[in-house]
């Protein structure tokens, strides 16, 4: 009877440490294997991008992503000098090779191709990039960078300017901002942006906090009266948003902490 107890209290001890170790492992994804890989938008918006010779050949202009928060593309200014004179090309986000931040490098976009290459690429020309709604363009931009083929976003669905959002005013529930977009978090293994930073509170930027939420928990739409600007609103109360997650910018060291990002997962909307 005795060692049952002991036993038994063994195992549970056990349990315990090991959930205790699971909460020091970096950016792992709550209830799953899957390591995550995240870095913030502000990083990589004008971060430069260097091809198969590790010189660098162009920058980050913005980034695409669909209504969903799926990352589609990096749009990169490509020649002319101090952006001066510069085009723009479309770089599929699989065509991409992200190195994070760490103790022995620094953050470092590569794509696998020569600068002569990069330079054929086809640029955009259109209005407000209508190439990325075209199916036959973006199939050969996608053999020129050899990857899989992508599908054209329908009129109907959201295409997502991420240098346009950010320090974008968020609305509430009542039309009335509850904050300011402060930066978009992409997890970089998974294609895709899980997490957004708002900060609010404070005068003229000082004292201001910042909460982590859901991306899912946005809506971002074109502005009716010019399509090209964006409304990011959110059905997440001014409550909700005081008891979500604070994080610390510029680099928000509190997502590398699985209960942090358990929280995050639990904030739901109102309507949503």
């Not at 918006?45 to 695409?64: F, Q």
């Not at 409550?239 to 060291?253: G, N, S």
């Amino acid at each position: 009877m005795t060692s049952n107890v002991i036993g038994a209290a063994l195992a549970t001890l056990a349990m315990t440490v090991a959930a205790f170790g699971a909460d020091d492992k970096p950016r792992e994804a709550a209830g799953t294997n899957q390591k995550q890989e995240l870095i913030e938008s502000n990083k990589l918006l004008g971060a430069t991008i260097h091809d198969a010779s590790n010189e660098a050949i162009a920058d980050v202009n913005t980034i695409i992503v669909d209504k969903s928060g799926k990352t589609l593309f990096v749009i990169a200014g490509i020649g002319g000098v101090a952006g001066v004179g510069e085009s723009e090309i479309v770089i599929p986000f699989e065509a991409m090779k992200i190195q994070l931040p760490a103790k022995d490098h620094e953050l470092r976009l590569s794509v696998a191709m020569t600068t002569d290459q990069m330079n054929r690429a086809a640029k955009l020309k259109a209005q407000e990039r209508a190439e990325l709604r075209d199916q036959d363009w973006l199939t050969k931009n996608a053999e020129f960078f050899r990857v899989s083929q992508p599908k054209a976003v329908s009129e109907k669905d959201e295409l997502v300017c991420i240098r346009s959002i950010t320090d974008a005013s968020v609305l509430g529930v009542d039309s009335e901002s509850v904050g300011v977009l402060d930066a978009v978090i992409f997890d970089v293994a998974a294609k895709k942006t899980p997490y957004a930073v708002i900060g609010h509170g404070g005068v003229v930027g000082v004292g201001k906090t910042f909460v982590v939420v859901p991306y899912k928990s946005l809506t971002v739409s074109r502005n009716a009266e010019n399509t090209s600007q964006y409304v990011v609103s959110t059905d997440l109360t001014r409550e909700q948003l005081e008891r979500a997650p604070q994080v610390t910018p510029p680099d928000y060291p509190e997502l590398n902490l699985p209960s942090v990002r358990e929280r995050i997962e639990g904030t739901t909307t109102v309507r949503k």
